[in-house]
């Protein structure tokens, strides 16, 4: 039995995580020799197999699926990951072409990012929202996107300042910016973990 299988995709990926096969394998865990076989398409990859992978690698588990070889039915959207946030909250914007799974109940125009912070529990999580041009009422005391009059843009839960048009931003690390006025303000939406 031999499948179509993107060998060079899946290696890519790999070295691109820092992984190697073998260490890989070992996170599975699955014998070395095997997941050499099923990258080799000498060996069909199971749907909790590509679910492990695509965790591990970061990737949809359909696009895992469809680089293995294995018939993907289209009901799966992936949604652009716009930049990640660093320390302090800052988000860093990016023009690669990454993308993520999108929730089923995110619709056209959602955007995501991911958040870096080694060490902390949030580290890896992806944050999904839908831009917005102004100040939205429902950002307001949950965790948002937003972008201040200054031209940075953070994400952080978002409280009204002591002052009118003034607000304090509490990031997911590092101490709260207070009083600052904003350009515009979107809740998250979703956050997968």
Do not use: C
């Not at 690698?57 to 992936?78: D, I, N, Y």
């Not at 201040?148 to 590092?174: C, H, N, S």
Request: charged share 20%.
């Amino acid at each position: 039995m031999s499948t179509t299988v993107d060998t060079t995709w899946f290696q890519g990926l790999i070295k691109d995580k820092g992984f190697s096969q073998r260490g890989l394998a070992k996170m599975i865990p699955m014998d070395h020799a095997a997941l050499s076989l099923m990258l080799n398409g000498k060996r069909k990859m199971s749907v909790s197999e590509a679910g492990t992978l695509a965790q591990l690698l970061g990737v949809p588990v359909g696009e895992v699926l469809s680089r293995a070889g294995v018939a993907v039915s289209a009901g799966e959207r992936s949604i652009p990951v716009r930049g990640m946030v660093a320390a302090g909250g800052a988000l860093r914007t990016s023009d690669a072409a990454k993308t993520v799974a999108a929730p089923q109940d995110m619709h056209e125009g959602a955007t995501a990012i991911r958040v870096n912070s080694p060490g902390q529990p949030h580290h890896g999580w992806v944050l999904f929202y839908y831009p917005a041009r102004d100040v939205q009422a429902d950002a307001i005391g949950r965790l948002s996107v937003v972008s201040l009059d200054d031209g940075r843009v953070m994400t952080g839960f978002l409280a009204r300042g002591f002052d009118e048009g003034q607000y304090t931003i509490t990031p997911l690390f590092g101490p709260a910016i207070e009083d600052v006025r904003l350009a515009s303000a979107t809740p998250v939406r979703w956050v997968r973990t």
